[in-house]
């Protein structure tokens, strides 16, 4: 059974600092591998799909990379600014009773302070 | 404005009376589903549907009903409610292949059901 870990569960950094969020799971079987941004009373979006022949992705400020023979995703995120402070979830397809649904871990919950 | 909508975004219901949440996506997408999350728990698939009249269960199907007759619709109905749906609902969608593909979250309905 897929189980999908994030440590931490919460951060804390000051404005402008460099930031890794890490992401494990247990599987390494994996198609893709998302992650996603949650803000309070908001939905989840999308940030970066890394594909499982790919080594990592990258948009902006953020880079996600993904080792599958470790079972490890990190998510980098460059100066980090407090427009960045939100629920950062990572994302596996498959679960345990569900090929078709997704695997999510219990997010890394970011403060960025100025 | 690429979209997935949902309504109602916060609902209070009393044990028993029937509800729908709606669920529509302007994307053309086949996939749709829908996601409770909870504190701890993290999210779970309730339904999935791959395209316009095919349906099937998540990881936690009991006590709620699907339907999919548009592509662009794919409405949560709970017969009766219970307490133990209290919970934040997401809607999501995608192209064809699901969670192989980039999902596209709607904003969410919290439900309280009393």
């Known amino acids: 059974k897929q189980e999908v870990t994030q440590i931490p569960a919460a951060l804390s950094v000051p404005e402008g600092e460099n930031l890794v969020l890490n992401c494990s799971f247990t599987?390494?079987?994996?198609?893709?591998l998302q992650w996603f941004r949650q803000d309070p009373g908001k939905g989840l979006t999308s940030l970066l799909l890394?594909?499982?022949?790919?080594r990592e992705q990258t948009s902006g400020r953020l880079n996600a990379s993904l080792d599958k023979s470790s079972g490890r995703s990190t998510l980098y995120i460059a100066a980090s600014q407090p427009g960045d402070s939100a629920t950062y979830l990572c994302a596996v397809p498959g679960s345990s009773n569900s090929g078709y649904a997704l695997n999510f871990g219990k997010g890394t919950s970011l403060l960025v302070t100025p | 404005e690429a979209q997935v909508t949902q309504n109602p975004r916060y609902l209070i219901t009393v044990t028993g009376k029937k509800l729908t949440v709606t669920c529509s996506q302007n994307m053309n997408h086949e996939y749709m589903s829908w996601y409770r999350q909870d504190p701890g728990l993290g999210l779970r698939q309730i339904y999935y549907s791959m395209n316009v009249e095919v349906t099937d269960k998540g990881d936690v199907p009991e006590g709620y009903k699907v339907s999919r007759k548009e592509k662009r619709n794919f409405p949560l109905i709970l017969e009766s409610p219970s307490p133990n749906q209290t919970s934040l609902y997401f809607c999501?969608?995608?192209?064809?292949?699901?969670?192989?593909?980039?999902?596209?979250f709607g904003p969410g309905t919290r439900l309280t059901v009393l």
């Open positions: 599987d390494s079987a994996i198609y893709n």
């Open positions: 890394i594909q499982s022949s790919q």
């Open positions: 999501a969608s995608s192209l064809v292949g699901g969670p192989l593909n980039t999902q596209y």
